[in-house]
T-cell receptor, first 117, second 117 residues
Framework: ETGVTQTPRHLVMGMTNKKSLKCEQHLGHNAMYWYKQSAKKPLELMFVYSLEERVENNSVPSRFSPECPNSSHLFLHLHTLQPEDSALYLC????????????????FGPGTRLTVL | AQKITQTQPGMFVQEKEAVTLDCTYDTSDQSYGLFWYKQPSSGEMIFLIY??????QNATEGRYSLNFQKARKSANLVISASQLGDSAMYFCAMRETPNFGNEKLTFGTGTRLTIIP
């Protein structure tokens, strides 16, 4: 596979469930990102990892827990979510580490559409 | 204040016509990058084109060009000879001075483009 892949593509969960979203990039990039896309709102950055180290946590509630075991894989662990957490969750990757050039383009996966009942 | 403003929530354009999607931005940085992404109904964000703040020429990529007017802080996307497959959401994004923990893109709210046969 090439590019950025995400699994599952769709997920329905109850508020008491625990689930995980997976992202894998096959581009040899050093940085990975989680975004949340809610209806009629701009994309919201959630987490940034550079070389497997978390460099930004954009005031995300603790019910979202990221994990980056290596530079190719990124997980988002979910527990006790709320209905307002229903959204499209997008993973992205980019070549550079911190302080990279402006041309550093982020490439996105297809997203996981999450519904919390 | 919003950093990226896309004033057209939706547009309908006849096939084969050119279309301009508006984007204005707000930054006090001298160095920054501007991006356009396309998001079809499948959800994936597809990178289209990049413009650097110091680039003297407008960026072009195939049928896509970026009308960059720095003094007006606008970065409009022009799609020539539109096709049915161009129907999607289009997002403008900006990357400002890359400092530690500031590797993020700021996105606008998007424009939904519909191409009419």
């Amino acid at each position: 596979e090439t590019g950025v892949t995400q699994t599952p593509r769709h997920l329905v969960m109850g508020m008491t469930n625990k689930k995980s979203l997976k992202c894998e990039q096959h581009l040899g990039h050093n940085a990975m990102y989680w975004y949340k896309q809610s209806a009629k709102k701009p994309l919201e950055l959630m987490f940034v990892y550079s070389l497997e180290e978390r460099v930004e946590n954009n005031s995300v509630p603790s019910r979202f827990s990221p994990e980056c075991p290596n530079s190719s894989h990124l997980f988002l662990h979910l527990h006790t979510l709320q209905p307002e957490d229903s959204a499209l969750y997008l993973c992205a990757s980019s070549q550079d580490r911190l302080g990279g050039p402006f041309t550093d383009t982020q490439y996105f996966g297809p997203g996981t559409r999450l519904t919390v009942l | 204040a919003q950093k990226i403003t896309q004033t057209q929530p939706g547009m309908f354009v006849q096939e084969k016509e050119a279309v301009t999607l508006d984007c204005t931005y707000d930054t006090s940085d001298q160095s920054y990058g501007l991006f356009w992404y396309k998001q079809p109904s499948s959800g994936e964000m597809i990178f289209l084109i990049y413009q650097g703040s110091y680039d003297e020429q407008n960026a072009t990529e195939g049928r896509y060009s970026l009308n960059f007017q720095k003094a007006r802080k606008s970065a409009n996307l022009v799609i020539s000879a539109s096709q049915l497959g161009d129907s999607a959401m289009y997002f403008c994004a900006m990357r400002e001075t890359p400092n530690f923990g500031n590797e993020k893109l700021t996105f606008g709210t998007g424009t939904r483009l519909t191409i009419i046969p």
